[in-house]
């Protein structure tokens, strides 16, 4: 198996990347969980010219895949920039409605995905089964909720929620969650609707750990900055051993993770997924711990940009499947 990113790819990833960097994403960040969507979506809207959403959708919904290992490079940087909203769920939205249209139910394909390929919708999704809460139902334009069989032998189906219940306060707060509220359009239901969930489930953890990936990434390049220009005794931080060693120590669980970030969205087999969330989860938070000391007290202010980064490592490292979940799963796979 390459895992090896293609030129192709690697051009994709370097104009994302240019991108972000000249759309100040922090201040976009901060406008966001302030309550102020317009930067953000100002940056939802290059993205979905750029064919991020594309990636996620068929051609014949205006898309160019589903291609799950260019969506995994494209949320690595999305991680790096911290951009705020909920892509992962818009993204995990639009496979969960190609399932559905591949396994016969194409109305709600044909109704939705246009609007999310172009980016002028936004989508958040719960899924049954991995949570009850949504993020950034309060910014999203579409509530999906995809609900079990029921005990009484009513099959799964697949409703447009009419809004959601309080905001509760994240461990970031650039993301907001809810529960959906009760009722609203039935969009699909049936067996075929619990199958098409698991595939947008399975999305979602990849890019959630493609994105903590980013984090952790970011994360490194930026105390790798700090601890160059920080002096102590009259010499660089960066200098002494000890702080060498916890950086290198991080570097290598980011760069163990990223095979198998890879390797999962090649074979998009449950089991590897797993791995590579857990795997880039605990990787990222082991980062922000790394970045946490060596910036010294000064990690600990909000008004450091550092703090967008931090405050992400834990959210994503638990979205989608917790660590102890996404173990259970590996080894499941494997038995």
Same mark, same amino acid.
């Given at each position: 198996?390459?895992?090896?990113?293609?030129?192709?790819?690697?051009?994709?990833?370097?104009s994302?990347?240019?991108?972000?960097?000249?759309?100040?994403?922090?201040?976009?960040?901060?406008?966001?969980?302030?309550?102020?969507?317009?930067?953000?979506?100002?940056?939802?809207?290059?993205?979905?010219? $750029?064919?991020?959403f #594309?990636? @996620?959708?068929?051609? *014949?919904?205006?898309?160019?895949?589903? =291609?799950? %290992?260019? !969506? /995994? +490079?494209?949320?690595?940087?999305?991680?790096?920039?911290?951009?705020?909203g909920?892509?992962?769920?818009?993204?995990?939205?639009?496979?969960?409605?190609?399932?559905?249209?591949?396994?016969?139910?194409?109305?709600?394909?044909?109704?939705?995905?246009?609007?999310?390929?172009?980016?002028?919708?936004?989508?958040?999704?719960?899924?049954?089964?991995?949570?009850?809460?949504?993020?950034?139902?309060?910014?999203?334009?579409?509530?999906?909720?995809?609900?079990?069989?029921?005990?009484?032998?009513?099959?799964?189906?697949?409703?447009?929620?009419?809004?959601?219940?309080?905001l509760?306060?994240?461990?970031?707060?650039?993301?907001?969650?809810?529960?959906?509220?009760?009722?609203?359009?039935?969009?699909?239901?049936?067996?075929?609707?619990?199958? $098409?969930?698991?595939? #947008?489930? @399975?999305?979602?953890? *990849?890019?959630?750990?493609?994105?903590? =990936?980013? %984090?952790? !990434? /970011? +994360?490194?390049?930026?105390?790798?900055?700090?601890?160059?220009?920080?002096?102590?005794?009259?010499?660089?931080?960066?200098?002494?051993?000890?702080?060498?060693?916890?950086?290198?120590?991080?570097?290598?669980?980011?760069?163990?993770?990223?095979p198998?970030?890879?390797?999962?969205?090649?074979?998009?087999?449950?089991?590897?997924?797993?791995?590579?969330?857990?795997?880039?989860?605990?990787?990222?938070?082991?980062?922000?711990?790394?970045?946490?000391?060596l910036h010294?007290?000064?990690?600990?202010?909000?008004?450091?940009?550092?703090?967008?980064?931090?405050?992400?490592?834990?959210?994503?490292?638990?979205?989608?499947?917790?660590?102890?979940?996404?173990?259970?799963?590996?080894?499941?796979?494997?038995?």
């Open positions: 198996m390459d895992l090896t990113p293609t030129s192709e790819q690697l051009g994709f990833v370097r994302l990347d240019a991108m972000l960097t000249a759309a100040d994403v922090p201040l976009a960040a901060r406008a966001w969980a302030a309550g102020d969507r317009a930067p953000g979506r100002a940056v939802w809207s290059r993205l979905a010219e $750029a064919g991020l #594309a990636l @996620a959708a068929p051609e *014949l919904y205006d898309g160019v895949g589903p =291609l799950p %290992v260019e !969506l /995994a +490079l494209a949320f690595t940087e999305l991680g790096r920039a911290a951009v705020p909920p892509l992962v769920e818009t993204a995990g939205a639009a496979v969960l409605l190609t399932q559905l249209a591949e396994l016969g139910d194409a109305a709600p394909a044909k109704r939705l995905l246009p609007g999310l390929v172009a980016g002028d919708e936004t989508a958040t999704l719960t899924v049954a089964g991995h949570g009850t809460y949504a993020l950034d139902a309060d910014a999203a334009d579409v509530l999906l909720v995809v609900e079990p069989e029921a005990a009484d032998g009513g099959a799964a189906r697949l409703r447009c929620a009419p809004g959601h219940g309080p509760r306060v994240s461990a970031d707060p650039v993301r907001r969650l809810a529960a959906p509220l009760a009722g609203g359009e039935i969009l699909a239901s049936g067996p075929h609707v619990a199958a $098409a969930a698991d595939r #947008a489930a @399975a999305l979602a953890r *990849l890019l959630t750990a493609a994105q903590a =990936l980013g %984090v952790g !990434l /970011a +994360l490194l390049d930026q105390t790798v900055a700090h601890v160059k220009q920080r002096t102590q005794f009259g010499v660089a931080v960066g200098s002494f051993q000890a702080v060498k060693h916890r950086l290198a120590d991080t570097l290598i669980g980011l760069e163990f993770a990223r198998l970030l890879h390797g999962a969205a090649l074979t998009l087999a449950p089991a590897d997924i797993c791995a590579a969330k857990v795997t880039a989860g605990g990787a990222a938070y082991a980062a922000a711990g790394t970045a946490l000391q010294g007290a000064v990690g600990y202010t909000d008004e450091l940009d550092l703090a967008l980064w931090l405050r992400k490592a834990r959210p994503l490292r638990d979205a989608w499947g917790a660590p102890a979940r996404c173990r259970a799963e590996v080894l499941a796979g494997r038995t």
